[in-house]
């Protein structure tokens, strides 16, 4: 591992300063992702600005329904917390299906965000990347790309996010409250905070330099609105997902769909808003060959790997099984799926 310097920062104002000033700082939330890349020599930061303990830890439910969570708020804390569960059961199932309880008591939510992706080219400092090295070759694309994405990819790179809990925030509207140098504030959809591969995917997300996730924000969950966060993974335990959903929806008084939200995870280079597959579903009933077909259209676009094609095959029966279940009442778990953990 490089040396580094490290500096807890005593405000936002002093951290982002730092940061700005200086293309090889990088801030420390929970360290889970950060400190894995620093020790195999894919960061190496020449500062490190701890945030870890800036007053952005609190989850506020405003009386509107609508909810603030600060950016140092702890993934396990989040998961847990009341409100939370009971009227956004999406986030929670997907924070508890994302990592091991130890990583999720150190994990924040701005780091879970903003983690790296886990393809092993990436992740070996021996091999090319154009993530890691621009310019040096994507090898993942003729290589080991099992896990990899199948929307949104380019010929310059292949990655998947790896975030369980971007994609139900996705799929529930969420913004990114985003704090610059000088104190200037803004925000940004939670979909709009990634940037497509393209040319440049060493370019990952549209933060400037220094800018700092203050929180994020999610708007009061649709009265009667209906939610789940499905995941298939290799084994039961902690890992990262083949393919993931997170699923609100309602239905009118006659059976149609006045509410639809779907978000993908493990198939794109960020969280993936379905919107081809919603448009297709609202105001429609939700059989299973309109489901099937819903799902077909948001894969019109996908660009699939001979290894991770069964990618395809595998986000329309999830997408189905899932809208179906939320409809009917039916509980995954019960019936011995094994794709969720709550």
Not at 57 to 69: A, F, K, P, T, Y
Request: with cysteine; charged share 25%.
């Amino acid at each position: 591992m490089k040396e580094f310097a490290y500096v807890r920062a005593s405000d936002a104002d002093e951290a982002a300063a730092l940061v700005a000033d200086r293309p090889d700082a990088v801030y420390l939330g929970g360290g889970t992702n950060l400190v894995d890349l620093m020790k195999l020599g894919v960061a190496r930061p020449g500062l490190v600005v701890d945030v870890s303990r800036l007053p952005y830890d609190r989850v506020e439910h405003r009386s509107d329904g609508s909810v603030l969570i600060g950016g140092a708020v702890r993934n396990s804390v989040l998961a847990g917390d009341a409100g939370i569960r009971w009227r956004f059961p999406l986030l929670s199932q997907a924070l508890l299906a994302g990592a091991s309880g130890q990583l999720r008591t150190a994990a924040t939510v701005a780091g879970n965000l903003l983690q790296r992706t886990r393809c092993g080219y990436f992740q070996d400092v021996t091999k090319p990347c154009n993530k890691r090295e621009p310019g040096s070759g994507c090898p993942a694309a003729a290589g080991a790309h099992r896990e990899l994405a199948v929307l949104g990819t380019s010929e310059h790179c292949v990655a998947s996010h790896p975030s369980d809990m971007a994609v139900a925030l996705a799929a529930l509207d969420a913004t990114v409250h985003l704090r610059s140098p000088g104190g200037a504030e803004r925000t940004v959809p939670v979909e709009e905070l990634y940037l497509p591969p393209g040319r440049t995917p060493h370019r990952e997300t549209v933060l400037a330099p220094g800018e700092l996730i203050t929180a994020v924000e999610l708007p009061a969950p649709p009265p009667g609105a209906l939610m789940r966060y499905r995941k298939v993974r290799d084994r039961w335990s902690y890992a990262f997902a083949l393919v993931s959903v997170g699923v609100s929806v309602r239905q009118a008084d006659d059976g149609t769909l006045d509410r639809v939200a779907i978000a993908l995870g493990g198939v794109a280079p960020r969280p993936w808003r379905a919107r081809a597959a919603e448009e297709r579903l609202l105001g429609h009933r939700p059989e299973d060959a309109l489901l099937r077909a819903a799902a077909g259209a948001e894969l019109a676009d996908a660009r699939p790997l001979p290894g991770n094609a069964f990618k395809l095959g595998l986000i329309t029966d999830l997408v189905a099984a899932t809208v179906r279940d939320l409809v009917t009442g039916a509980d995954p778990a019960a019936g011995g799926h094994g794709e969720e953990q709550s």
